[in-house]
Nanobody
Framework: QVQVVESGGGLVQAGGSLRLSCTASGLTLANYHLGWFRQAPGKEREGVSCISRSGGSMYVDSVKGRFTISRDNAKNTLYLQMNSMKPEDTAMYYC?????????????????WGQGTQVTVSS
């Protein structure tokens, strides 16, 4: 049975940092393109960042220069380092796994999702 679990969320002041982690059981993350998505109350889920199987990455404009995605295939873990955080980063953050084609910030094509981890940035 496949299980995807995010961790590392919490409450942080504006300007602070958090590192999110995503691990999976029942499959090998190295076989997937991996993405971080977030959903704020009353808003649609948006793609934040993704990293391909080969290590290439992309970011939504609002987090460029502040967030860094990385993967450790030996540990079967995905990370999202978030620095210089802003109140508008407040959301539930989800990890997604995509098996086909390419890395994408669109939800379409993702095969597995975690339950999410809450991130709250206070002003």
């Amino acid at each position: 049975q496949v299980q995807v679990v995010e961790s590392g969320g919490g409450l942080v002041q504006a300007g602070g940092s958090l590192r999110l982690s995503c691990t999976a059981s029942g499959l090998t993350l190295a076989n997937y393109h991996l993405g971080w998505f977030r959903q704020a109350p009353g808003k649609e889920r948006e793609g934040v960042s993704c990293i391909s199987r080969s290590g290439g990455s992309m970011y939504v404009d609002s987090v460029k220069g502040r967030f860094t995605i990385s993967r450790d295939n030996a540990k079967n873990t995905l990370y999202l380092q978030m620095n210089s955080m802003k109140p508008e980063d407040t959301a539930m953050y989800y990890c997604g796994l995509r098996s086909t084609f390419f890395c994408s910030l669109s939800e379409s094509g993702y095969n597995y999702w975690g339950q999410g981890t809450q991130v709250t940035v206070s002003s």
